[in-house]
């Protein structure tokens, strides 16, 4: 029979070595990156400042309501490619989103049917309860996910010293810390990203060892999911599926290619609900998505083709002009944005990694495809409009681990024998990686206004009634923090009647992105009147206020007298109303 001794030294060994000890040691890092990251939220945190944040909250809140997947934030191009397919009759009040993908949004309807905030706007509450309470602990969550499989992939393929080092660089950098509270997919994007490298490097470790077939399955279908899901967070991710089949059959010149198709078939099964649903609403399996390449382009200048009730596309234009747009924005998306993508020494030690060997096989097939990877999405990012979110911030995690690993390859010369030189260094390393997020903190949080102003924003909204329609620079703004239908605001007067015939608005909302605009000359000029309180004759709304009080940093016009009974009724309106 077993001595006490004997298993009381067992139960210490399992704690010192075995699972316990490992348990443990994750949860003081999740700890700490919990810590982390909730001490910057509640540091940093001023409320959302890009338009993709406001448009997916919106977008989940009309999911978690009942309403489908359906959008507040109305653009009149989407009026122009809705009217297009034969029998659809646009409705603003129930118009289908054909520009964004749903998984996002979907995550987040799902947050706020568990949690159930308030969707009505405080005036005297400095945070927004949705935000704080749903949104942007999801975005932490989703972060704190990719720390775990991070350290996970990196144990693979390099060891423990990688492995933490990667995920210390990781938690400390201040573009993922600025990324779990933005409110953006980018969180999404990159555990979704982490996770499919680590599950195709688990299948392609399983096929060579000649695991049994059902693992194997496993594994494919896990991959598959994984593929499809970062897809429809954004339609950039397409890129990511293909390089991932081949990576699971160890590339291009071995025997794998209907093991690839296959997976490239499960990926396509998945997403064809997604698919057929678009061809339903709009007639196109992309809705308007594949439209926005044409942002910024010779034919159409910034976004003015989403602020057109029928904008002009002609093939051999748009041709030329996507090919002129790519020439002009790839050298610059490679010399600028991938150095500038996360932690830039870091960044740099995986470019240099590139060319280095690492000797395993599948350590260096997935450095590849990582590379060429990111190449892809920066040519789709070339041509479509780089969102905020930043679709190459999503290899992030890939990249800090190659970096780090090349950083200890060089750690290996005869320079650094002496271990405590390595210490000194991966310190270091460790800490230039920290610095922007320190200074971050150290300064002052930068407030969303201009332009947003949650209060103003709930305020004129709440002047017009819940079927009324608002027209707005900022539509994504009003629909979420106003809950209105809000329509973006066309380039010139005459496009504003144009879209007024179809739809009628009862409001006008006109902040300093478009008060910032130069109105001498070109599209924007027939605003300057209204901008100025001279309303031409036949314009629908004469009625207006500015705010803030002694400023006319913002402009609200409506049809009517709306804003003196409602002052009565309000016991904090924003400054400015009369």
């Known amino acids: 029979m077993e001595s006490l001794e004997n298993k009381v030294q067992d139960v210490v060994n399992t704690f010192s070595e075995g699972f316990v000890s490992r348990l443990m040691r994750g949860s003081i890092f999740l700890v700490i990156a919990l810590m982390a990251f909730g001490f ?4 940093q945190f001023r409320g959302f400042r890009d338009a993709e944040s406001m448009e997916y909250a919106q977008l989940a809140r009309n999911m978690s309501t009942g309403r489908g997947y359906t959008t507040s934030c109305v653009r009149p191009s989407d009026m122009w490619y809705l009217s297009q397919k034969a029998g659809n009759v646009f409705s603003a009040a129930n118009c289908q989103d054909i520009r964004n993908p749903p998984f996002f949004p979907a995550v987040l309807s799902l947050g706020f049917k568990i949690v159930r905030p308030s969707f009505d706007l405080k005036s005297d509450s400095p945070a927004f309860a949705p935000e704080t309470r749903v949104i942007v602990p999801v975005c932490i ?20 010293q990688v492995a933490i080092t990667s995920v210390l660089i990781f938690v400390l950098s201040k573009s993922v810390l600025d990324d779990s509270i933005s409110g953006l997919p980018a969180s999404l994007m990159a555990f979704l990203v982490t996770a499919v490298c680590y599950a195709a490097m688990n299948f392609r ?3 060579d060892r000649k695991r049994p077939a059902g693992l194997l399955g496993y594994l494919f279908v896990i991959t598959a999911i994984l593929c499809a899901a970062a897809f429809l967070t954004s339609y950039k991710m397409s890129v990511l599926a293909p390089v991932i ?52 382009t010779i034919i159409h200048r910034e976004d003015s083709f989403d602020r057109q009730t029928a904008p002009a596309v002609e093939s051999s234009m748009v041709v030329k002009s996507l090919k002129r747009k790519f020439m ?61 979110s930043g679709a190459l911030k999503a290899y992030l995690p890939l990249v800090i681990i190659y970096g780090v690993a090349f950083f200890f390859t060089v750690l290996e010369l005869d320079e650094f024998s002496d271990a405590g030189w390595k210490v000194v260094m991966t310190g270091v390393l460790v800490l230039v990686s920290a610095l922007p997020a ?8 930068r407030s969303a206004y201009p332009p947003y102003y949650p209060p103003f924003i709930s305020y004129v909204s709440n002047l017009l009634k819940p079927e009324e329609n608002i027209c707005t620079d900022i539509p994504w703004a009003t629909a979420w923090y106003g ?96």
């Open 438 to 445: 320190v200074f971050g903190i150290a300064g002052t949080a």
């Open 40 to 43: 910057y939220f509640l540091d």
């Open 483 to 578: 809950r209105r239908t809000s329509i973006l605001l066309p380039q010139s007067v005459d496009g504003f009647l144009k879209i007024n015939d179809k739809v009628r608005l009862s409001g006008l909302y006109i902040t300093t992105v478009t008060g910032n605009r130069p109105f001498a000359s070109g599209p924007w000029r027939s605003w300057l009147p209204v901008l100025n309180g001279k309303v031409p004759k036949d314009f629908p709304l004469t009625h207006g206020i500015t705010l803030p009080e002694g400023t006319r940093d913002q402009l609200f016009l409506t049809d009517k007298d709306r804003w003196v009974p409602d002052v009565e009724k309000k016991s904090v309106p924003p400054a400015g109303a009369k």
């Open 141 to 160: 969550f989703f972060t704190v996910m990719t720390v775990m499989i991070l350290y996970l992939l990196a144990l693979q393929l390099f060891g423990r």
């Open 205 to 207: 470790n399983a096929k």
């Open 328 to 388: 002009s924005r790839f050298p610059e998306i490679c010399e600028m944005n991938l150095r500038t993508m996360g932690n830039g020494l870091v960044i740099c030690l995986f470019l240099v990694s590139v060319f280095h060997k690492f000797g395993r096989d599948d350590v260096d097939s997935l450095k590849w495809s990582v590379l060429a990877v990111i190449i892809f999405t920066a040519a789709v990012t070339a041509v479509f409009p780089e969102d905020s």
């Open 245 to 296: 089949a081949f990576f699971m059959v160890a590339g291009f010149l071995r025997r794998g290619w209907m093991t690839a198709g296959l997976f490239l078939v499960l990926v396509c099964f998945m997403i064809s609900p997604w698919l057929a649903r678009n061809w339903k609403v709009s007639g196109g399996v992309f809705g308007i998505a594949p439209y926005t390449a044409l942002h910024d």
